[in-house]
């Protein structure tokens, strides 16, 4: 069972998830927190689907019982790498222990065991100092869901095309066309669930045809979005 509810911390969003299953976890250019098995997880910005939580941290399929219980803090594209005062190049595709990401945090494991998971992590998000309101992530992000191409992102945001890229790989992993794709992917997955036509689908999300939605999807997600989008 999963569900979700807006945090408190801004843009962030708190989720939990009973039960281990073997759902795919798609690109989305989100980072997270995530308290699982005793401890919190930093889960970096992903390029490919992983396969449960535990994949790509412990590099063998979950044995865990089916009511194995994971909360977590979902922060939007760039927020995360900011709070931990890291690179997000560091973290792409990665699953690590957060007290090895941003040593002194040990005791974040003993509060959350004595408390609200979600609630603990939110506190602790609040409580870093790097952790403010971007204006220029959010600028970039939203450009680039508007389909809107990098020059002209870069030109926003008063940085030429290369520095927008070394800004992009720091703060979201990867540089703005790969964060463009997924977002834009992202975007074509919402929109299945209201219309049953991927041809359409492809033309509302901005891709130039239905072949490259489905080249997109089978590049991200391992999969035609056919398959993706009906399951």
């Known amino acids: 069972m999963y569900r979700e509810r807006a945090s408190t911390v801004p843009g962030a969003v708190v989720w939990e998830k009973t039960g281990?299953?073997?759902d795919a976890v798609l690109p989305d250019g989100c980072m997270d927190l995530i308290w699982m098995?005793?401890?919190v997880v930093v889960a970096g910005p992903d390029t490919s689907p992983h396969v449960s939580l535990f994949g790509g941290y412990s590099n063998?399929?979950?044995s865990?019982?089916?009511s194995e219980r994971f909360v977590g803090l979902r922060f939007p594209p760039g927020a995360l790498p900011?709070?931990?005062g890291v690179p997000a190049?560091?973290?792409v595709d990665?699953?690590?222990p957060l007290a090895e990401v941003m040593p002194g945090t040990d005791a974040l494991a003993d509060e959350i065991a004595t408390a609200d998971a979600g609630s603990a992590l939110e506190s602790f998000a609040r409580r870093q100092t790097m952790y403010t309101p971007d204006a220029r992530t959010r600028t970039i992000v939203q450009a680039l869901q508007a389909g809107l191409p990098v020059s002209t992102v870069a030109s926003q945001v008063n940085l030429s095309s290369r520095q927008l890229h070394r800004w992009s790989l720091r703060n979201?992993?990867?540089?703005?066309k790969t964060l463009a794709r997924i977002l834009r992917f992202q975007a074509a997955l919402n929109l299945a669930s209201v219309e049953p036509c991927d041809a359409a689908v492809a033309a509302r999300a901005g891709y130039a045809d239905q072949a490259h939605l489905i080249r997109e999807t089978t590049d991200l997600a391992g999969c035609t979005f056919a398959a993706l989008a009906r399951a």
């Not at 979201?172 to 703005?176: I, V």
């Open 172 to 176: 979201f992993g990867y540089g703005a």
């Open 64 to 66: 865990r019982e089916d």
């Open 94 to 96: 990665a699953r690590a």
């Open 37 to 39: 098995g005793g401890q």
């Open 82 to 84: 900011r709070l931990l």
């Open 89 to 91: 190049t560091e973290l």
């Open 20 to 22: 281990v299953g073997h």
């Open 60 to 62: 063998q399929k979950d």
